[in-house]
């Protein structure tokens, strides 16, 4: 999902630009990757811009110690430019100046200052000064900011601002990081009850659409304890996060959750009413069709009723001839034939008639391969559901 | 005169090819982008001179000449 990582780009930028969020809020269609260059972009063509003049600021402040260059900075410089100063001089010149700085204007400067430019000077800050700028920035809520310094901070620093955050916190700092090789790292660190405590943590404070983000950046094991943690939600929860993925057209990345659940989860999640609602059900197959998600779903349908199998026959995108083409291909792939032969035998002859006219727009040669490669049983069941073959 | 987006890639190609979300940009969202960047950037070249004078005029007297050869070499300020 894109929508709140692209909004969180939004977010970044207008900073960098020092103007309201909603300037520019018409750039959160766009790909977070690509904002993200927008927003490099940016600060380098702002800092090479003025680099003279920044650069006789920086000189100038050689002249003086480090102590009295921090008292003018405070005193007279605007954060922004504070910042831009700060990665124009030499890091062990800055870090001596920061000494001196209090945490409050540390905390102004490091919510505009690019972190991939300051490294050499966070590094060459006490883990102590750093953990009290953190705590500042923690108290605004400016988890943003915060994230941003993730990957240039000690690992000390890191592990102990998280065993410091509640768990809704820990979700907004996962949110804001820049890079998802990092989210991932940072998960690994974390036990399975404080990552699934994450997820709920934030269903329950009404940010469902920002737990599902979170599901969305991370694979394997870590998806895994989030749809464990998902998992232990009641029905309540569970509908609202069904809802908000339909409002907000996410089931591509619901998908990827519910099919890291144990069978018994997924179940549960097929059996709440909200997942019999037309709405849903369509934006379930359209998601499924618009990424190709087709092989996820057919490990799903083994799991529904009847009853939820035929409203999800209802659904019309289901009989169009690409997406029959798209099942059948997915199915090949899988080798899983048993759920879809299964749905078509219950289904009312009417949906069997439609399916089979779907299927005659299909390469018959690429059917009967098909076919003959099934499973004796099944190959005797799918023939019977297609006489005309 | 060059187009809006002529301007934009012109402005944020510093060190590198410029942003490739331009390119997706309608006219009138590239005209409020780089709205936007200007803005910032006279921001900050107003920022910039103002503070340096400030901390000129701030500055220890012993140190002020050295400092305005340092700030200002041309003689401004």
């Known amino acids: 999902m894109s929508s709140l990582a692209a909004r969180a780009e939004v977010l970044k930028l207008s900073r960098a630009l020092g103007c309201p969020t909603d300037e520019l809020e018409f750039l959160a269609s766009h790909p977070p990757a690509e904002l993200a260059e927008l927003r490099h972009a940016t600060a380098r063509a702002l800092q090479e811009e003025h680099a003279p003049a920044l650069s006789r600021a920086v000189s100038a402040s050689r002249l003086l110690p480090a102590g009295l260059t921090a008292r003018v900075s405070e005193q007279m410089l605007d954060p922004a430019l504070a910042a831009r100063m700060a990665t124009q001089m030499p890091p062990d010149r800055a870090a001596k100046v920061v000494d001196h700085l209090s945490t409050e204007y540390l905390a102004d400067v490091a919510q505009i200052l690019d972190p991939a430019g300051a490294r050499g000077i966070v590094e060459r800050m006490s883990d102590e000064l750093v953990l009290e700028v953190a705590d500042v920035l923690l108290g605004r809520e400016e988890y943003l900011s915060l994230a941003r310094f993730v990957d240039v901070a000690s690992d000390t620093v890191v592990a102990a601002v998280l065993s410091e955050v509640a768990d809704e916190q820990l979700l907004h700092l996962a949110l804001g990081l820049e890079s998802t090789a990092r989210l991932d790292e940072i998960m690994r660190d974390l036990d399975d009850e404080r990552v699934a405590g994450t997820v709920r943590a934030a269903v329950r404070a009404g940010l469902p659409l920002e737990a599902l983000t979170l599901t969305a950046e991370v694979d394997g094991r870590n998806l895994a304890r989030l749809a464990a943690g998902v998992a232990e939600l009641d029905d309540d929860e569970l509908t609202e996060i069904v809802r908000t993925t339909t409002r907000e057209q996410a089931w591509s990345d619901a998908l990827r959750l519910v099919a890291s659940m144990e069978p018994e989860q997924q179940r549960r999640m097929l059996e709440l009413p909200v997942s019999r609602e037309p709405e849903v059900l369509a934006a379930i197959v359209a998601a499924v069709h618009d990424e190709d998600l087709w092989a996820q779903l057919v490990g799903l349908l083994e799991l529904m009723d009847r009853p939820h199998l035929e409203l999800l026959a209802e659904v019309e995108l289901l009989y169009d001839p690409e997406v029959a083409r798209a099942v059948v291909r997915a199915s090949v792939e899988v080798h899983h034939w048993a759920p879809l032969l299964r749905i078509a035998e219950e289904l009312e002859d009417a949906f069997r008639e439609r399916v089979a006219d779907v299927l005659a727009h299909l390469d018959a040669q690429e059917l009967h391969e098909v076919i003959d490669r099934l499973p004796d049983d099944e190959r005797e069941r799918a023939l019977r559901l297609l006489p005309e073959w | ?77």
Request: charge should be negative; charged fraction near 30%; aromatic fraction near 2%.
């Open chain 2, 1 to 77: 005169v060059p187009d809006t987006h002529e301007r934009l890639r012109q402005r944020l190609s510093a060190g590198g090819e410029p942003p490739a979300v331009i390119e997706q940009l309608d006219d009138d969202q590239a005209a409020r982008l780089l709205e936007v960047y200007e803005r910032a950037s006279e921001r900050q070249r107003r920022g910039l001179q103002a503070s340096m004078e400030e901390v000129l005029s701030h500055a220890p007297r012993m140190l002020r000449g050295r400092l305005q050869k340092a700030l200002f070499p041309e003689g401004s300020g």
